[in-house]
T-cell receptor, first 116, second 113 residues
């Protein structure tokens, strides 16, 4: 089974702090995603990566950056956290086209961030 | 452009009664469509997917969905609700490249004893 691990399940940070959210997967998937989930808004794509050191902006990248130095790890960085970034953050993976890709995303359990 | 609309933000049913969660989509090309379930404080899990092979799709835990092109709908159903079905459900569309997924805003299903 694919395992997507978000090591920090709950975080509380102060405004202006730098925040790192880590996501690690063990199934050698090329594509990794960071979503933000807010009540009534569903999931919104922040950034995704289709290869090591490659990244593309999603629908709401402002205030965020990402890092993918190794294939299995995709980090979301909040350079200066703000209260409007209080949210649930979900990491997901997807295999490459033609390599068992059925379109199914595999999700981690989420990181709930509160910024005070 | 593609959009996915879940018509109900909250659905409440009694245990043992049918479940209907509604989803409409719009797409300029034939989409792939998915239903995911999210239990409290968990990630999303795939329930079922439509990829044009068959219009009636069966998923896990007794759920199924029917793709109706004429109505641009992909409603999720289950004949008899169980308490463990209480969760949030997301309809998701994919067209063109798979990384461009469009999520509905979610439907919270409550199951009453």
């Amino acid at each position: 089974d694919v395992k997507v691990t978000q090591s920090s399940r709950y975080l509380v940070k102060r405004t202006g702090e730098k925040v790192f959210l880590e996501c690690v997967q063990d199934m050698d998937h090329e594509n990794m995603f960071w979503y933000r989930q807010d009540p009534g808004l569903g999931l919104r794509l922040i950034y995704f990566s289709y290869d090591v050191k490659m990244k593309e902006k999603g629908d709401i990248p402002e205030g965020y950056s990402v890092s993918r130095e190794k294939k299995e790890r995709f980090s979301l960085i909040l350079e200066s956290a703000s209260t409007n970034q209080t949210s649930m953050y979900l990491c997901a993976t997807l295999p490459q086209f033609g390599q068992g890709n059925t379109g199914e995303l595999f999700f981690g359990e989420g990181s709930r961030l509160t910024v005070l | 452009a593609q959009s996915v609309t879940q018509l109900d933000s909250h659905v409440s049913v009694s245990e043992g009664t049918p479940v209907l969660l509604r989803c409409n989509y719009s797409s300029s090309y034939s989409p792939s469509l998915f239903w995911y379930v999210q239990h409290p404080n968990k990630g999303l899990q795939l329930l079922l997917k439509y990829t044009s092979a068959a219009t009636l799709v069966k998923g896990i835990n007794g759920f199924e969905a029917e793709f109706k092109k004429s109505e641009t709908s992909f409603h999720l159903t289950k004949p008899s609700a169980h308490m463990s079905d209480a969760a949030e459900y997301f309809c998701v569309g994919s067209g063109g490249s798979n990384y461009k997924l469009t999520f509905g805003k979610g439907t919270l299903l409550t199951v009453n004893p």
